[in-house]
């Protein structure tokens, strides 16, 4: 089935510092998506992207879409406490193979003031 | 007002035992999902429901039964319990069934002891 490898698991960084996070997988996705996940809370979209090499900015957060189409980064400049959380890359399959959701394992984000 | 609720938030009950957890969506969304995490954190797609009607059915055991009254509306019915259940139940909503935007409520975190 299809799966999606992301790394990394963690991240211990301190206040200001840039982080960096991506996903990658053997099938081509439709759509990338990136969520994060704070503890108690369901998962909230922070970036979409949907063409092929598309980079996109939300604020202090960033993205791209791969130009493969298999893979995607986040970037996070200048991090802050609230910051803290998990964060989920997501891949959506073509209609043909119904537009599911897959999830990356995600990566735990954790910053020290 | 939340715009995907769900119910109870937290549920303890003995294996064998059947429980339901209900979820709400106030967006006017079509397509409503139900999501599976693990205690590695790991999102997994159980069920998918575009205007009622089931659209995805990840092979998940039988015991779990999803309804949808109405398109705000998904509940979960899961019978004889098993300790391999324990986990946080996410119910998510989107606009259709084509986009992976999707919002989600605050889990609902089942104990099966």
């Known amino acids: 089935g299809q799966q999606l490898n992301q790394s990394p698991q963690s991240m211990f960084i301190q206040e200001g510092e840039d982080v960096s996070m991506n996903c990658t997988s053997s099938s081509i996705f439709n759509t990338w998506l990136w969520y994060k996940q704070e503890p108690g809370e369901g998962p909230v979209l922070l970036i979409a992207?949907?063409?092929?090499?598309e980079l996109t900015s939300n604020g202090r957060l960033t993205a791209q879409f791969g130009i493969t189409r298999k893979d995607s980064f986040l970037n996070i400049s200048a991090s802050i406490p609230s910051d803290v959380g998990i964060y989920f890359c997501a891949g959506q399959l073509g209609w043909n193979q119904g537009g599911k959701l897959i999830f990356g394992q995600g990566t735990e984000l954790s910053v020290k003031p | 007002d939340t715009a995907v609720s769900q119910t109870p938030k937290y549920l303890v009950t003995q294996m064998g035992n059947d429980k339901s957890i209900k979820c709400e969506q106030n967006l006017g969304h079509d397509t409503m999902y139900w999501y599976k995490q693990d205690s590695k954190k790991f999102l997994k797609i159980m069920f998918s429901?575009?205007?009622?009607?089931?659209?995805i059915n990840e092979t998940v055991p039988n015991r779990f039964s999803p309804k949808s009254p109405d398109k705000a509306h998904l509940n979960l019915h899961i019978n004889s319990l098993e300790l391999g259940d324990s986990a946080v139940y996410f119910c998510?909503?989107?606009?259709?069934?084509?986009?992976?935007?999707?919002?989600f409520g605050e889990g609902s975190r089942l104990t099966v002891l």
């Open positions: 992207l949907y063409k092929a090499g």
């Open positions: 998510a909503s989107s606009q259709s069934a084509g986009t992976g935007e999707l919002f």
């Open positions: 429901y575009n205007n009622k009607e089931l659209i």
